[in-house]
């Protein structure tokens, strides 16, 4: 069985060598961020129409679901003065933030990548 702690440690580590690799710009594009730098070299070529507006519609859906829990995390943290917050919930707020911010971008890039394709298609 593995121990949870090494477990825990080392994925803590990998996420905090990724966070660190993230140089936010905010008046730079989305190619800032790695996953949407890899994103950007996805061949979408292959698709087909219907693939096509089947990933458009995963895109949308997945970045509304994305605002909706940073809308979440939102009224939750401004409650701080009424709640208490252990480290741990913070930390994994903190992540869940970093994540997101690596998320939308990249989901937008696949997406533009997708219109793209679908402009030729159509």
Known sequence: MANINNTTAAH????????SSVNYDPNAGFMHFPLA???????CNALTEAEALQL????????????QTLHFLGNTLAM??????????????????SAISDLI?????????????????L
């Open 37 to 43: 730098n890899l994103m950007s070299l996805l061949d």
């Open 12 to 19: 803590e580590h990998r996420h905090s060598e990724a966070f």
């Open 80 to 97: 701080a003065d009424r709640m208490e917050f252990e480290s741990k919930c913070l930390m994994q707020a903190g992540h869940s933030l």
């Open 56 to 67: 458009l519609d995963c895109c949308d859906e997945s970045v509304a679901g994305l605002c």
């Open 105 to 121: 971008p990249a989901i937008m890039q696949l997406r533009e990548k997708t219109e793209t394709r679908l402009t030729i298609l």
